[in-house]
């Protein structure tokens, strides 16, 4: 496309700057989303890009435009969103917030509305270029991303005007703003929620609640607790897999394991409570010693040198993951 010469020529002088603003902001955006589990994307906008953004009429001059550079949160559901903004706030400058529901928009009506961050470095001192260009930090939630990916390139950034896909694009944003709101009220939901009996689910509660019992044993170490409670019944439950195969008898041959490891813990004491190995090694080692055997199933357990001075009868195990 032809761009207008004298917006090109601006754009030109600009973009060093708009450059430097890209590093300093996604240095410190990219580093806070990579130490919380965010997802993120930015770009630089492009001179065809720019020059369509001012051919809409919309804008008075260049400091109107708030997104030569722009970057994406992407969280996991709205909730997360505030603490988010309270980040933005201490980190930059806010020129302005534009918040999702911020704008008037009828019932009826299903379109764009993520939040939206507008700020610009902060200065010491005299104000200089770099500091004087906006850019734009949205955040949006996985599933509005995925809107946004799936439906921008097919219907805004196409050849064709399709009253079908503009349809089509304001359903998908109905269902995500759905999926958005039952994600974030998802245990307010759960007294409605038809409960069906599943085998499975009854010993993987049944050993998250044992594990819980034995975390509150005075003996066991604050510090043996797992990052995640339901990860690791998963894990203990893989493990047991062999034992539990008949869901009217698993809780004799459970609880039999867990009595057994409160005992081994009771005779150490807190002090000499082994601190070298995590809970679920502790728990195989327990298992090894009353011969559950782990090897008719498919779990493949790490077994170390600490382990086997502790539990010495699971030297017998061959099937181990190997670390080297």
Request: include cysteine; aromatic fraction near 12%.
């Amino acid at each position: 496309m032809i761009v207008a010469p004298p917006i090109k020529q601006e754009f030109e002088r600009k973009y060093p700057f708009i450059k430097i603003l890209h590093a300093n902001v996604r240095d410190i955006v990219f580093n806070y989303c990579s130490n919380n589990g965010y997802a993120f994307i930015d770009r630089i906008k492009t001179l065809d890009s720019l020059s369509e953004k001012i051919e809409t009429g919309r804008f008075k001059k260049w400091s109107d435009i708030e997104d030569f550079y722009a970057c994406t949160i992407i969280i996991a559901n709205l909730k997360q969103e505030a603490e988010i903004l309270t980040f933005l706030k201490s980190s930059f400058k806010q020129v302005e917030l534009k918040k999702r529901g911020g704008t008037l928009k009828a019932p009826d009506v299903f379109r764009f509305d993520n939040t939206r961050f507008i700020g610009t470095l902060k200065q010491s001192g005299v104000e200089t270029e770099i500091s004087k260009i906006n850019f734009e930090i949205q955040i949006k939630t996985a599933f509005e991303h995925a809107w946004s990916v799936s439906t921008h390139s097919l219907v805004y950034k196409s050849n064709d005007i399709d009253w079908k896909l503009l349809r089509i694009a304001a359903q998908l944003k109905s269902s995500v703003e759905q999926l958005d709101m039952i994600v974030s009220g998802a245990k307010s939901l759960n007294p409605y929620i038809t409960l069906h009996n599943w085998p499975e689910i009854n010993i993987k509660k049944f050993i998250l609640e044992k594990t819980n019992e034995f975390l509150s044993n005075k003996n066991v170490p604050d510090e043996l607790k797992p990052k995640d409670s339901s990860r690791f019944s998963e894990n203990l439950f893989s493990f047991f897999r062999p034992l539990v195969k008949d869901s009217k008898t698993y809780n004799k041959d459970l609880t039999r394991f867990f009595e057994k490891a409160h005992e081994f813990a009771n005779s150490l004491g807190q002090e000499k409570f082994p601190r070298s190995i995590s809970l679920i090694q502790y728990f195989i080692g327990v298992a090894n010693e009353l011969d559950y055997n782990s090897e008719i199933g498919k779990y493949i357990p790490l077994i170390t040198m600490e382990m086997e001075t502790i539990f010495p009868k699971i030297k017998s195990i061959n099937t181990r993951f190997l670390i080297s």
